[in-house]
């Protein structure tokens, strides 16, 4: 039987800057990142706009003014990168635990 690791998950706000090369047009987007061990000692980033999973911030952004792929995307330097507050921790069922430590399920 496979012993299961728990992975850690980091969410930060990261806030990105972008600028079509052929308008001139800028906007920002904000991001947030969840960074996740992937098991193989490496980082897997997730990132999610508004709520949903999207793509990475440097990925095949479209100019919403004219339309054109020429967009230059760059991290936000008015916004610093902190982690989130975790979601606090609910308190342990205890019972639970003692029963599946009995059952050597924990």
Not at 20 to 46: I, K, P
């Amino acid at each position: 039987m496979g012993v299961s690791r728990v992975r850690e998950t980091v969410t930060v706000q990261e806030s990105w800057v972008y600028h079509c090369g052929h308008c001139q047009h800028v906007w920002r987007e904000d991001f947030e990142v969840h960074h996740t061990d992937d098991g193989h000692g490496g980082d897997a980033a997730s990132y999610y706009r508004g709520g949903e999973r999207s793509i990475a911030p440097t990925a095949d952004r479209v100019c919403g003014n004219c339309g054109c792929y020429s967009i230059n995307a760059r991290p936000s330097p008015r916004l610093r990168r902190e982690p989130l507050m975790p979601p606090p921790v609910k308190p342990y069922d205890l019972e639970l635990i003692f029963r599946m430590r009995r059952l050597h399920a924990y």
